[in-house]
Each structure stands twice: as structure tokens, then as C-alpha cells.
């Protein structure tokens, strides 16, 4: 009898460390904060130049599309999608930069109606 309360009391151990180690680990508390994406500092400005360039207009939705690099230019492509008063549109904005120096070199915009 003795050895069946022995075999039930650690496989009842076994179960609760099993199911209780995992929430641990992905419960505890620590330093790791979520990091920004590396294209956050590029949507920040492709937010801003859209806003500059059609202030009448709302910015409704946001895409990071992708990074293009070479030995000396990057291109950050995002489109956004704005709501005016007659319309809604999309922008797609190119910004280009240095790739060391982060410098903008340039900023390209186009409508889409998608």
C-alpha cells in the first residue's frame, strides 16, 4: 500500500513541477522590455513627412513594406494609408539614407488607391 501512495505522491510531483516550472519562466519578471524595431526611427519620419505634406488629411493605417541596402544606401518603404474629406488613399513613402551616417538623402512619395 505503501508503495502505491509513494508512486501517486511523485507522480503528482512530477505533474505540478511539470505545469509549474513553464509559468515561471514565462511569468518572471525582468530587464528584457520589448526592443523597438530597427525601421521604428524611419516610420516615426515617414509619419511626420506624410502629415507634413498632406495635413488635411488623417493617417489611419501604417506598413512597414521593407529595407533595401547597398554599400552606401539603405531605403526604408512604408505605405500609410490616410482618410480625407472626399477620399481615403494610400501613400507609399520612400526615405533614403546613408547607410553609415544615417543622413537622409532623399524622400520619395506616391499615391496608391491601395
Not at 26 to 49: H, M, S
Not at 50 to 65: G, I, M
Not at 67 to 95: A, P, Y
Amino acid at each position: 500500500m505503501m508503495d502505491k501512495k509513494q508512486s501517486f505522491l511523485s507522480f503528482l510531483m512530477v505533474m505540478v513541477l511539470t505545469f509549474m516550472l513553464p509559468m515561471n519562466a514565462l511569468g518572471a519578471p525582468g530587464n528584457d522590455a520589448p526592443q523597438e524595431p530597427a525601421y521604428a526611427k524611419w516610420g516615426r519620419i515617414a509619419v511626420q513627412e506624410v502629415k507634413a505634406k498632406y495635413p488635411e488629411d488623417k493617417v489611419v493605417d501604417y506598413l512597414h513594406v521593407g529595407r533595401k541596402t547597398d554599400d552606401q544606401e539603405t531605403i526604408e518603404t512604408f505605405k500609410l494609408w490616410l482618410e480625407g474629406k472626399t477620399k481615403e488613399f494610400g501613400v507609399v513613402i520612400d526615405i533614403h539614407f546613408d547607410t553609415d551616417t544615417e543622413k537622409i538623402t532623399n524622400i520619395q512619395f506616391k499615391e496608391t488607391s491601395r
